[in-house]
């Protein structure tokens, strides 16, 4: 079965820095989304794209904040100044035409210290 | 607003047996999707089975089946003949509109299942 493809698997950072989490989604798919789970609470949505455009976003989703799908095939997540409260694991989702199911990346456990 | 309420927080069932989760949710849309997702230790997400709000037969994927009421806005998961390998936490998922490109998956809190040899 095709997969979506996160790196790192693990990332620590300090207070302030900006990271980017990447994903590689599956090839022929047109919808991307980023969610987040903090350790021991439920998986939360993010931000969806598609058409090279934000979709939707939740109110998570600040100015913190910012997806791009910079060559056809990598999408990620930038956090410009990560505080504690960033970490968590950060899942990538992506489908293909409409009413196909989603698939998730194994996600990447962002460690703000 | 759509929510997803998951109300155990926690299941044991023993290897072999019939294990039920619960799940509700609250909505005024009509076209809807409904999901249960497994997530062991390793803590991927899996889709174990979906269920079209607007079919009424019930979903199945092999040992796993769903109650899907929807007029009580019940979607229940029911896990036969459990094995070692089910122990995970599952989250009950709903989404509206999926076909489209807006649309979000929203989580419950989620049952941890433990699975007893």
């Known amino acids: 079965e095709p997969e979506v493809t996160q790196t790192p698997s693990h990332q620590v950072t300090q207070m302030g820095q900006e990271v980017i989490l990447r994903c590689v989604p599956i090839s022929n798919h047109l919808y991307f989304y980023w969610y987040r789970q903090i350790l021991g609470q439920k998986v939360e949505f993010l931000v969806s794209?598609?058409?090279?455009?934000?979709?939707?976003k939740s109110e998570i989703f600040d100015d913190q904040f910012s997806v791009e799908r910079p060559d056809g095939s990598n999408f990620t997540l930038k956090i410009r100044s990560t505080k504690l409260e960033d970490s968590a694991m950060y899942f990538c989702a992506s489908r293909g035409a409409r009413r196909e199911k989603l698939f998730f990346g194994s996600g990447t456990q962002l460690s703000v210290l | 607003a759509q929510t997803v309420t998951q109300s155990q927080p926690e299941m044991s069932v023993q290897e072999a047996e019939t294990v039920t989760l619960s799940c509700t949710y609250d909505?005024?849309?009509?076209?809807?999707?409904l999901f249960w997702y497994k997530q062991p230790p390793s803590r991927q997400m899996i889709l174990v089975i979906r269920?079209?709000?607007?079919?009424?037969q019930n979903a199945t994927e092999n040992r796993f089946s769903v109650n899907f009421q929807k007029a009580a806005k019940s979607f229940s998961l029911k896990i036969s003949d459990s094995q070692l390998g089910d122990a995970a936490m599952y989250f009950c998922a709903y989404n509206w509109n999926y076909g489209g490109s807006q649309g979000n998956l929203i989580f419950g809190k989620g049952t941890k299942l433990s699975v007893k040899p």
């Open positions: 909505t005024s849309e009509s076209d809807y999707y």
């Open positions: 794209f598609y058409n090279n455009e934000i979709s939707e």
């Open positions: 269920q079209e709000a607007y079919k009424q």
